[in-house]
């Protein structure tokens, strides 16, 4: 009960954030302009040719596409490790119905990306795909697999590293100026949001669905 009231809280503030800047975003605001130009101005002057090279590859390396690939490698794994497919079918149907929230978030918000880009990307800019799918991921490291993990020098590690990513791939967004920071922030707050909704979903769901998996089992064998 504690563990779900966690993720109700973390849900509702998240989701309040991200609706106060999609507003802010939807109007224009003068604050979150000023800051999304901030940003952009802090990083063009590391913009060179050697390492937009680099930075496009990690952007691929961490497209949702990529991501949902990954993902279902680490449901896989889960699968062999609980033996539980109920737990690696809850984290790819997570990863597959945020991707999908992102994609009719962007077509409400109809937000366009911005003028400059190094390489040019078409769609929407908010929220960013690419961030979204990367933090259900980070988030399914940290939650899933770090708490299994005994040396706590390793979880550390791991901890950092998967951090070290999301903010990576936000990065990779900025510097090729296929997003805003806005967009980049505002994707760290859906898939928080999202995230800890699914949590609350799979505390609620889990023994029904547990039981109509038995039930089947049962059913078919006779």
Not at 172 to 177: F, I, K, V
Not at 217 to 222: C, D, G, V
Request: charged share 15%.
């Amino acid at each position: 009960m504690k563990k779900n009231n966690f993720w109700l809280v973390t849900a509702l503030t998240a989701a309040l954030l991200f609706i106060f800047l999609l507003i802010s975003i939807k109007y224009s605001a003068r604050w979150l302009t000023n800051l999304d130009t901030i940003f952009q101005k802090l990083i063009t002057p590391e913009v060179k040719p050697t390492t937009t090279t680099y930075v496009n590859l990690i952007a691929n390396l961490g497209s949702p596409i990529s991501d949902l690939f990954w993902t279902g490698i680490l449901a896989y794994y889960i699968w062999l490790k609980e033996r539980k497919p109920i737990n690696a079918c809850w984290l790819v149907i997570t990863q597959l119905t945020g991707c999908a929230v992102v994609l009719l978030i962007k077509e409400l918000s109809q937000r366009p990306r911005p003028t400059d880009q190094i390489i040019k990307e078409s769609g929407f800019s908010f929220p960013s795909g690419h961030t979204f799918a990367t933090a259900i991921l980070v988030f399914a490291i940290l939650y899933l697999i770090v708490p299994r993990i005994q040396d706590q020098e390793i979880q550390f590690v791991i901890s950092l590293l998967s951090s070290g990513w999301l903010i990576l791939i936000g990065f990779t967004r900025l510097y090729l100026r296929a997003h805003f920071f806005s967009d980049v922030f505002g994707s760290v707050l859906l898939a928080s949001c999202w995230w800890a909704i699914m949590r609350v979903c799979y505390s609620k769901f889990y023994r029904q669905i547990v039981n109509l998996a038995q039930s089947l089992t049962t059913h078919n064998s006779k």
